[in-house]
């Protein structure tokens, strides 16, 4: 079965760095879309970055832009995000997300996983 799982979260002071990883297995991961959500108490998950499935291709949050960094290892399984800079409002649990393909044309198969707690102190 299909499975993500995060890990690289912690605590961390303001400007500091994380780098979370995601480990996939269950499909053929470079057939995968991959991204990052985050989510914080209260509010809604909102889209971090994507990375394309070759890794050619990223997409970002303007929160982020130029402080995180999404990349990928098809070799491996693994998608990665490197947060540098960090803020109190990158306070969040972030969350590991994978689109790929189905058996069916048009349709398409999306995974979460379990998250991992970032917390940043002022």
Request: glycine residues 10%.
């Amino acid at each position: 079965q299909v499975q993500l799982v995060e890990s690289g979260g912690g605590l961390v002071q303001t400007g500091g760095s994380l780098r979370l990883s995601c480990a996939a297995s269950g499909f053929t991961f470079s057939s995968g879309a991959m991204s990052w959500y985050r989510q914080a108490p209260g509010k809604e998950r909102e889209l971090v970055a994507a990375i394309t499935r070759r890794g050619e291709g990223t997409n970002y949050a303007d929160s982020v832009k130029d402080r995180f960094t999404i990349s990928r290892d098809n070799a491996n399984n693994k998608v990665y995000l490197q947060m540098n800079s960090l803020k109190p409002e990158d306070t969040a649990v972030y969350y590991c997300h994978a689109l790929l393909p189905s058996d069916y044309e048009n349709r398409y198969l999306e995974h979460w996983g379990q998250g991992t707690q970032v917390t940043v102190s002022s």
